[in-house]
């Protein structure tokens, strides 16, 4: 295997929480909120999404004022969005793609890289560089665990953060595989709970995943 400049490793990353949120942040105001109601539920570690005009200013933000919490920037489609998720402070950088340009770029990077895959060529194009953590995206339209169970074949050292379509009803399904150490989803911070600002339905969101002893 290839080696990178990774701050740590994709497979670590994968490994601090079972469910990693997938937060679109609409106003700034609304960052640092979302991010104590997720870390009063017992969560350390959230994708901030590139979706709106604020997210890299969120970033920034809570890299300084939530220094446990780990910081990721997602929905990164570009080489320039790596370097600008990099400059605002993230620890690590998601994307719904796996483009070589983007793959390449992240590789000789500093922090880890979660591309995104949906099938076997994809998986094969980015093992040629070193990857062997991705995310599966969109993990429910392209089979969900069935799928995940028949990649596991022929890709046996190949790890997946499954994201797209994840819910409280099936997201045990997920983490029963053994490929599968975590799964991503937007369901700890719903968008009609940040729009009423509901942070402590969001701490019982995250709460709620402790009692399902995932
Ligand atoms: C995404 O990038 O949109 C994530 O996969 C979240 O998907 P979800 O909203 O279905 O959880």
């Avoid at 870390?39 to 004022?65: K, N, S, V």
């Avoid at 990099?86 to 070589?100: E, I, R, T």
């Avoid at 070193?130 to 022929?154: D, I, N, T």
Wanted: aromatic share 6%; proline share 7%.
């Amino acid at each position: 295997m290839l080696n990178n400049h990774w701050n740590i490793q994709a497979a670590e990353l994968l490994r601090i929480s079972p469910v990693i949120p997938v937060v679109v942040i609409d106003s700034l105001a609304d960052a640092l909120p979302i991010a104590q109601a997720l870390a009063a539920g017992g969560i350390r570690i959230m994708e901030i999404t590139l979706r709106t005009p604020c997210a890299l200013a969120a970033i920034q933000q809570l890299r300084e004022q939530m220094p446990k919490m780990v910081i990721g920037a997602g929905t990164v489609l570009s080489e320039q969005q790596l370097q600008d998720v990099v400059a605002a402070g993230a620890q690590f950088a998601v994307s719904p793609g796996a483009p070589l340009s983007l793959l390449t770029a992240a590789w000789q990077g500093t922090i880890p890289f979660l591309p995104g895959i949906a099938n076997s060529t994809d998986i094969l194009n980015a093992m040629a560089l070193g990857y062997r953590q991705f995310k599966f995206f969109p993990a429910e339209a392209l089979g969900g665990v069935p799928m995940l169970k028949a990649l596991a074949g022929p890709f046996a050292e190949i790890e997946f953060c499954a994201t797209g379509g994840i819910t409280p009803v099936n997201f045990e399904s997920y983490l029963q595989l053994p490929q599968v150490p975590c799964v991503g989803g937007s369901w700890l911070t719903a968008s009609a709970q940040v729009s009423r600002q509901d942070w402590q339905g969001i701490r019982a969101n995250c709460l709620a995943l402790a009692r399902s002893e995932v």
